[in-house]
């Protein structure tokens, strides 16, 4: 929060089970900023074709750290709540 300018605002997406992401106690005291939740209401669309696209062209990295199907979310949920994952966990859907 110290590297924020006033009036900028940092998107929360997500808190461990720690609490408050690692944010010291007043950290959010001072000089006019914010600390909002992210959420995504409405179409997400074009927000999702801004990351999609410099994937699929290999401009942005996605570090995969565990990958498997849907049925095995209870494993994935628990390879990462126990920090055994570096990156993300990608679960296959098939219909």
Not at 16 to 38: E, I, K, N, Q
């Amino acid at each position: 929060m110290d590297l924020l300018a006033p009036g900028s605002d940092v998107q929360s997406v997500g808190w461990d089970f720690r609490g408050a992401g690692g944010l010291p106690p007043y950290a959010t005291v001072g000089p006019t900023r914010s600390l909002t939740s992210f959420v995504i209401e409405g179409d997400a669309g074009t927000d999702l074709a801004v990351l999609t696209e410099p994937t699929a062209e290999g401009a942005l990295t996605v570090e995969i750290g565990w990958q498997g199907s849907w049925n095995r979310f209870d494993e994935a949920a628990e390879a990462l709540h126990g920090r055994r994952v570096s990156g993300k966990a990608a679960l296959q859907v098939t219909w």
